[in-house]
Nanobody
């Protein structure tokens, strides 16, 4: 079983940056796909970015591509989401998730473990 804990959220002005961290504990395997999702009030949870734990392949939602960067540190069992040029539309609770398979990486229902979430607020 895997436990995921997000951190690094906060309040930032438009155009600012934040780096989110997701620390994994318990049993971890290199075949996991590690994803970031977000959910704003009144909206469905949406895909943000994903990275394969073993190979490091990355994919991004169109809304964040070019602004966000996902990365991993296998030695620390941690995945990061560097968020630059933040917009008010990025305001949401951000969740880290892990999947046994890298297939269907943009579908929340295909993920097996979820963190508790960290709030990101972009406001002037």
């Amino acid at each position: 079983q895997v436990q995921l804990v997000e951190s690094g959220g906060g309040v930032v002005q438009p155009g600012g940056s934040l780096r989110l961290s997701c620390a994994a504990s318990g049993r971890t395997v290199s075949s996991y796909g590690m994803g970031w999702f977000r959910q704003a009030p009144g909206k469905e949870r949406e895909f943000v970015a994903v990275i394969s734990w073993s190979g490091g392949s990355t994919y991004y939602a169109d809304s964040v591509k070019g602004r966000f960067t996902i990365s991993r540190d296998t030695a620390k069992n941690t995945v990061y989401l560097q968020m630059n040029s933040l917009k008010p539309e990025d305001t949401a609770v951000y969740y880290c998730a892990a999947a046994y398979s890298f297939s269907y990486y943009a579908r929340p229902d295909k993920y097996d473990y979820w963190g508790q979430g960290t709030q990101v607020t972009v406001s002037s």
